[in-house]
């Protein structure tokens, strides 16, 4: 039974219990569904103010860089939607797909992934870096993830028909492209634990991918990083108008204002911008 509950994917009652402190609403099959005006919260944040706020909760290892990116210029932001490979070994494989064709699911096991998805999702795939025979998606695929998700996608992989997925005009995260289709890997796992890079990630994680790379948010935690990202981005907009009048020096600002009177005039401002954009 345990056995079959990983390459089937968490049970719901699995789920729950591995993601037991999210404070949210759930999905029929237990990942946690973080409301959409957090995920709308996290568009603007960078991956240095997620950071910092998770990091001073415990949390060292959320963020993976070294992508190849389409469309870096996009922000890609949702809830994680886990799919994990292994290299084929037939005798698991026979299994896995005999019971994919009981169920009555799709005989090609990244379709199968894709026809499970849900709007705000993104599809997080760990290939485990192959490239060659690597690529789950081309052009076709991607635009089946976008009508789907209304999102990108993460993968710890390779993609095939690059031109193609560019002009669809999503993010998408990937390890590097190659004309060969995926070959000689099984799915071993559906909306459970899985490694990108030197991330754990979760089911239901949102996950934050900008031009630097991809930050995986525990849903427990993403009110108080988001509340704490914006705060940052605003003492950032404050700093750097005060640097543009050209009458201080890096050390009157930065990392906060030196004198009683700058911090005086901050908090001031950052109380006032935080009623004018409803933050109080």
Known sequence: MPLRAQLDGFARQQLIKYTAKNPFERFL???????DRYIQALQGSSAEAIWSAM???????????????????????GRAFTAQ?????????????ADAKAAGRSDRNHTRVIDMLQPGDVLVIDLFGKIAYGSM???????????????????DGGIRDLDGILELD???YYRDS??????????????????????????GDVVVGNSEGITFIPPELVKAVAREARETEL???WTKAKFATRQYKSSDLYPTPKTPELKKEYEEWLARRKRELGLE
């Open 29 to 35: 099959d237990g990942r946690p569904k973080v409301p």
């Open 55 to 77: 990091h001073t909760r415990g949390f060292q290892f959320h963020w993976e860089g070294g992508w190849k990116i389409a469309h870096p210029e996009k922000k890609l932001v």
């Open 85 to 97: 490979y292994m290299p084929v070994r037939p005798d698991v494989n026979d299994l896995i797909e």
């Open 137 to 155: 998606t081309g052009d076709n695929l991607t635009a089946a993830i976008k009508a789907a998700t209304g999102n990108g996608f993460v993968i």
């Open 170 to 172: 999503v993010p998408v």
């Open 178 to 203: 190659h004309v060969l289709p995926m070959r000689n890997v099984m799915l071993t796992g559906v909306n459970v634990p899985i490694r990108i890079g030197g991330v754990t990630v979760m089911p």
């Open 235 to 237: 003492k950032d907009e």
